[in-house]
């Protein structure tokens, strides 16, 4: 057994620790914060379900292997593996459909590829903003979340773009 083994039941001991030596009761608080955070749920459901639904639907209809076709030679003439150019439209929507599409990049091309790598840098530098903002916006009913979808949307076009040229740089 690693130190990294224990460091989330050290965390707790912590805390439960910390909260006795308070005199806070520490069950009764725990109670209290889970059912907190089924209210939450309860509220960012419906909006996950919206933008799970969504997904689904791009990558059944074939719209992106659709675009993976259209964006191959593009990126091959831009001087980047065009393979990995979908993953762009899809990070910002979706992180376990950008996981999705990486394993599958890691099974056509291998990981260590240029296309493996890229794809790894590529999701390292992007956020799932789209989703993002609908759930933690929409839980909070925020309405007009435009500002934060402009920015959110630029900084992910600049980490595509750093993370795509980054990769040519030191991956080649």
Do not use: N
Not at 126 to 143: H, M, N
């Amino acid at each position: 057994m690693s130190w990294s083994d224990l460091v989330i039941p050290l965390f707790v001991c912590a805390i439960v620790a910390g909260g006795m030596a308070k005199r806070v009761p520490v069950y009764a608080v725990f109670i209290e914060g889970a059912k907190d955070g089924l209210k939450i749920v309860g509220r960012i459901f419906p909006y996950l379900v919206a933008m799970l639904v969504a997904v689904e639907s791009f990558q059944a209809s074939g719209a992106l292997a659709w675009i993976e076709k259209a964006l191959t030679p593009v990126g091959a003439w831009l001087g980047f593996p065009g393979e990995v150019l979908p993953l762009g439209f899809l990070r910002p929507v979706s992180g376990t459909a950008a996981m999705g599409y990486m394993q599958m990049i890691f099974e056509r091309f291998g990981p260590d590829s240029i296309q493996g790598l890229t794809a790894s840098v590529m999701m390292g530098s992007t956020e799932t903003t789209l989703y993002t903002v609908s759930v933690y916006l929409g839980a909070v009913s925020i309405r007009k979340p435009s500002y934060a979808v402009k920015a959110g949307l630029i900084a992910d076009m600049a980490g595509l773009t750093a993370a795509l040229f980054v990769s040519r740089l030191f991956f080649g």
